[in-house]
């Protein structure tokens, strides 16, 4: 795709990138085939080949209009283009790219400016998000079975073993995950100290970052990525061998702070060492012996959602699948895996009424082969899956603690 770029872009480092993406574009549109909003609505300006378009206009220089916003705005940043995509584009950093030129060119609704807001001020805080969930969770029987629904039961962590090991890896706390799952973590450290490893949370280590850059916050979101490396440095000097991710949206993240750091001197070459060593959980459980765990699933049926952030963010389909298919589990048939369910980190708030299409067409997917649990690798889509059903939705690794220790 050729470009002429205008001159308030063109030799910034977020123009000779965009220009770089463009640039691989050929316009055949085989994206739009596995574009969730694209299916839903029908509209090329809905799909990834639309919205490329709409980007590059901007950079050229065309002046962004609410419509343009509209269209960037309804885009779930899934990365199912790139799976799809034979040139390799980077739709999702075009995207980011092209949302926050527009974000300072497009004045928002008063409205749609206070909720983006209160999202950044509570969600990347895990106080005021804890805070806030405990007095839901505390009035949650009164409330009307729909509001419900979107507060998560309280659930107990469980023992955090704290045994010495001669292998120690960090694990991010995050920011809801804490409040609302706290046992997700707890559960990866139960099953990585049968396999000889310590894990543990570094104090001041907070929200990876993906929601503030999402919301073009990318100020906002920088300061996240450096608090963390820098409550991660002391450990990784003093040998821990892998910054571990429970939440694959949070991985897709700090996968990504080498390159969105690259231009930050006192941070660039901190950041590539910690996307270095950023590895999803089924990326360690890959290369460990699991007989060691004495797991079985017995024939369990699980019907697993995959993240977007793990399938088409970091790049690793059927991870988890064939961690639970070689420890005794069945795998109940999903159809179009590869689509979103919907959560997408801020979208089911913004974009309720589609988040809510596409939540309902996954869950049946989900349930259409008789699953006994659904599972999934991320905090957002197991909230939000949650909400929709009856069926019980854990994360994996719940699964593997709960049949060591049942």
Same mark, same amino acid.
């Given at each position: 795709?050729?470009?002429?770029?205008?001159?308030?872009?063109?030799?910034?480092?977020?123009?000779?990138?965009?220009?770089?993406?463009?640039?691989?574009?050929?316009?055949?549109?085989?994206?739009?085939?596995?574009?969730?909003?694209?299916?839903?609505?029908?509209?090329?300006?809905?799909?990834?080949?639309?919205?490329?378009?709409?980007?590059?206009?901007?950079?050229?220089?065309?002046?962004?209009?609410?419509?343009?916003?509209?269209?960037?705005?309804?885009?779930?940043?899934?990365?199912?283009?790139?799976?799809?995509?034979?040139?390799?584009?980077?739709?999702?950093?075009?995207?980011?790219?092209?949302?926050?030129?527009?974000?300072?060119?497009?004045?928002?609704?008063?409205?749609?400016?206070?909720?983006?807001?209160?999202?950044?001020?509570?969600?990347?805080?895990?106080?005021?998000?804890?805070?806030?969930?405990?007095?839901?969770?505390?009035?949650?029987?009164?409330?009307?079975?729909?509001?419900?629904?979107?507060?998560?039961?309280?659930?107990?962590?469980?023992?955090?073993?704290?045994?010495?090991?001669?292998?120690?890896?960090? =694990?991010?706390?995050?920011?809801?995950?804490? @409040?609302?799952? $706290? %046992?997700?973590? +707890?559960? #990866? /450290? *139960? &099953?990585?100290?049968?396999?000889?490893?310590?894990?543990?949370?570094?104090?001041?280590?907070?929200?990876?970052?993906?929601?503030?850059?999402?919301?073009?916050?990318?100020?906002?979101?920088?300061?996240?990525?450096?608090?963390?490396?820098?409550?991660?440095?002391?450990?990784?000097?003093?040998?821990?061998?892998?910054?571990?991710?429970?939440?694959?949206?949070?991985?897709?993240? =700090?996968?990504?702070?080498?390159?969105?750091? @690259?231009?930050? $001197? %006192?941070?660039? +070459?901190? #950041? /590539? *060492? &910690?996307?270095?060593?950023?590895?999803?959980?089924?990326?360690?459980?890959?290369?460990?012996?699991?007989?060691?765990?004495?797991?079985?699933?017995?024939?369990?049926?699980?019907?697993?959602?995959?993240?977007?952030?793990?399938?088409?963010?970091?790049?690793?389909?059927?991870?988890?699948?064939?961690?639970?298919?070689?420890?005794?589990?069945?795998?109940?048939?999903?159809?179009?895996?590869?689509?979103?369910?919907?959560?997408?980190?801020?979208?089911?708030?913004?974009?309720?009424?589609?988040? *809510?299409?596409?939540?309902?067409?996954?869950?049946?997917?989900?349930?259409?082969?008789?699953?006994?649990?659904?599972?999934?690798?991320?905090?957002?889509?197991?909230?939000?899956?949650?909400?929709?059903?009856?069926?019980?939705?854990?994360?994996?690794?719940?699964?593997?603690?709960?049949?060591?220790?049942?």
């Amino acid at each position: 795709m050729q470009t002429r770029l205008a001159d308030f872009v063109r030799d910034t480092p977020e123009g000779r990138e965009a220009d770089a993406i463009l640039r691989a574009c050929v316009h055949c549109g085989f994206c739009t085939a596995t574009c969730p909003t694209y299916q839903l609505l029908g509209d090329e300006l809905d799909g990834p080949r639309g919205r490329i378009y709409l980007i590059k206009q901007v950079l050229e220089g065309q002046t962004p209009t609410r419509k343009t916003q509209s269209h960037l705005d309804r885009c779930l940043t899934c990365r199912s283009c790139e799976t799809t995509c034979p040139s390799g584009v980077r739709y999702g950093r075009l995207a980011d790219i092209g949302r926050g030129i527009v974000e300072h060119g497009v004045a928002r609704p008063l409205g749609e400016r206070l909720a983006r807001r209160l999202l950044r001020w509570i969600v990347p805080h895990a106080g005021r998000f804890g805070l806030l969930l405990r007095l839901g969770q505390t009035v949650r029987p009164l409330l009307p079975e729909g509001l419900r629904r979107k507060v998560p039961p309280r659930r107990a962590a469980g023992p955090w073993p704290d045994r010495p090991h001669p292998r120690t890896m960090l =694990v991010l706390a995050g920011c809801a995950q804490p @409040a609302a799952a $706290p %046992d997700t973590n +707890a559960a #990866a /450290a *139960r &099953v990585l100290d049968r396999l000889g490893i310590r894990l543990m949370e570094a104090s001041g280590a907070g929200c990876c970052g993906a929601l503030s850059q999402h919301l073009s916050a990318e100020d906002e979101a920088r300061a996240q990525m450096r608090r963390n490396i820098d409550a991660w440095w002391p450990h990784i000097e003093a040998g821990a061998e892998a910054v571990v991710m429970t939440a694959s949206g949070c991985g897709a993240m =700090v996968k990504d702070y080498a390159h969105l750091l @690259a231009d930050d $001197p %006192d941070y660039a +070459a901190k #950041a /590539a *060492r &910690v996307s270095a060593l950023t590895r999803d959980l089924a990326e360690v459980l890959a290369g460990e012996d699991l007989g060691r765990l004495g797991v079985t699933g017995r024939g369990r049926k699980v019907a697993f959602h995959a993240p977007c952030t793990l399938q088409h963010g970091q790049k690793l389909p059927g991870a988890v699948e064939r961690i639970l298919t070689g420890l005794g589990f069945e795998l109940a048939p999903v159809a179009d895996a590869h689509l979103c369910c919907g959560s997408a980190g801020s979208y089911s708030v913004l974009q309720p009424a589609l988040s *809510r299409q596409l939540r309902d067409n996954k869950l049946t997917a989900l349930r259409a082969g008789g699953p006994a649990v659904i599972a999934t690798a991320n905090i957002g889509c197991q909230l939000h899956l949650e909400g929709g059903t009856d069926l019980p939705v854990r994360h994996w690794i719940e699964l593997l603690d709960a049949a060591r220790a049942g």
